[in-house]
């Protein structure tokens, strides 16, 4: 089994530098952010972390100038932008927020193209970049451009705020607690949907949150902080995880840090078992022969595009009495795609009925199956091999710049 390795792009120079950034604000004791240097390597989901009041959100919102700093610079793509005008500044940064900040009263389509006709572009070419952001997160144009956010739910809206973000194609995008705000299982799906959506566009981002599963599982790098925006860690998350800088970042971490490593991992890592599959066109006959020349307990039924419709078992098959293979058994319940990280595929399979996670691809076509002694294969695996060496040499060859680990 293969570890996560960061995302490169061939560059050494950082897309951010942030060098000595000090924030303090009249009649507090303390700075919220106090000296911070950090780098953001051009390409790279970078996680700020910490507890409450650590000044993530400050350091962030710094960047774009939404908050100035009280000194220190702001490097972006090797231009000084700490006296540019914040306004130009911000045109360049996408900005995606917990509360999504939609404006209720404009539709999809004239909340996606906001940024795009402050730029001056053109309609047509507004209408045909909201068209394939919609078709980028998952929402049929025809369907959805013309509605407004009240009509949508808060999984939608939270896409609609990432299109929006993504709207003039920025090489930079802050992100603040985007999905804090939403149920477990739709902030799932959205986490691995806007993985699989970094993986075509690479951007440089910046992640804030407070919960380390999400940094662990979203960054290529984790920045742990305490307060001040003092930075305890900047490391990758596998060297966070097996070799924490001090016990702040350790109790932050928390119990259960072999379990936390699923995150580090994905489904596409790993060698998929097969499960007998026959078309929907076979007969009920057919399908028993094939399942019983197998040693498993059950057959899946595959559309003529190959894509998943149904688990039978031999009682299933049993009674068919001649109906198509597509009105019986279940569905599947449990289907990841392989960019799901292993803890997501675990929390899947353990829910379902026949206890494995259904592997698609992107257009839904069945690849393979994910079942409980592959992931317990794969969490041996990560005890006996830890991080790789290219790994380490990664962070010692200084991608983290002057940021370094305190």
């Known amino acids: 089994m293969t570890e996560r390795p960061a995302r490169t792009t061939g560059s050494d120079r950082p897309m951010i530098r942030l060098e000595h950034l000090t924030k303090a604000y009249p009649r507090q004791p303390h700075p919220a952010v106090q000296d911070l240097t950090l780098d953001v390597p051009e390409g790279e989901i970078v996680v700020l972390v910490g507890p409450s009041g650590c000044g993530k959100t400050t350091t962030m919102k710094m960047i774009n100038r939404i908050i100035e700093p009280t000194s220190g610079r702001i490097v972006l793509d090797g231009e000084d932008v700490t006296g540019a005008d914040p306004d130009q500044l911000r045109r360049r940064i996408g900005y995606v927020i917990q509360q999504i900040g939609l404006f209720p009263h404009r539709t999809i389509a004239e909340n996606i193209g906001t940024v795009p006709r402050v730029l001056g572009w053109n309609r047509r070419r507004i209408a045909a970049r909201v068209d394939e952001l919609l078709e980028t997160i998952g929402m049929d144009p025809a369907v959805y451009r013309d509605r407004y956010p009240k009509e949508l739910s808060g999984g939608q809206r939270q896409r609609v705020g990432v299109a929006r973000a993504l709207s003039a194609d920025p090489d930079v995008m802050l992100m603040d607690e985007p999905f804090g705000a939403i149920d477990p299982i739709t902030r799932e799906r959205l986490q691995n949907e806007f993985l699989r959506l970094q993986s075509e566009v690479r951007k440089t981002i910046v992640f804030v949150t407070h919960d380390i599963d999400e940094a662990i599982k979203m960054g290529d790098r984790i920045a742990i902080l305490r307060e001040g925006s003092e930075v305890v860690q900047y490391d990758t998350p596998e060297r966070i995880l097996t070799a924490p800088a001090d016990e702040f970042v350790s109790d932050f971490i928390g119990a259960g840090a072999s379990l936390k490593r699923l995150n580090l991992s994905r489904v596409r890592d790993i060698e998929l078992s097969r499960r007998p599959t026959v078309g929907e066109d076979a007969t009920a006959e057919e399908a028993l022969g094939v399942l019983r020349a197998s040693s498993h307990p059950a057959v899946l039924v595959l559309d003529r595009q190959g894509r998943p419709r149904r688990w039978l078992g031999e009682a299933d098959l049993k009674r068919a009495d001649g109906r198509p293979l597509t009105s019986l058994g279940m569905p599947p319940e ?34 393979g199956v994910v079942d409980i002694d592959r992931i317990s294969d794969a969490i041996r695996a990560m005890r006996g091999h830890g991080r790789r060496p290219a790994d380490t040499a990664a962070v010692e060859d200084g991608v983290h710049g002057p940021a370094g680990s305190a």
Request: hydrophobic content about 50%.
């Open 334 to 367: 449990a289907v990841v795609e392989p960019h799901a990280t292993l803890s997501d595929a675990l929390n899947e399979l353990i829910a379902a009925s026949y206890s494995i996670a259904t592997v698609v691809d992107g257009a839904g076509v069945y690849q």
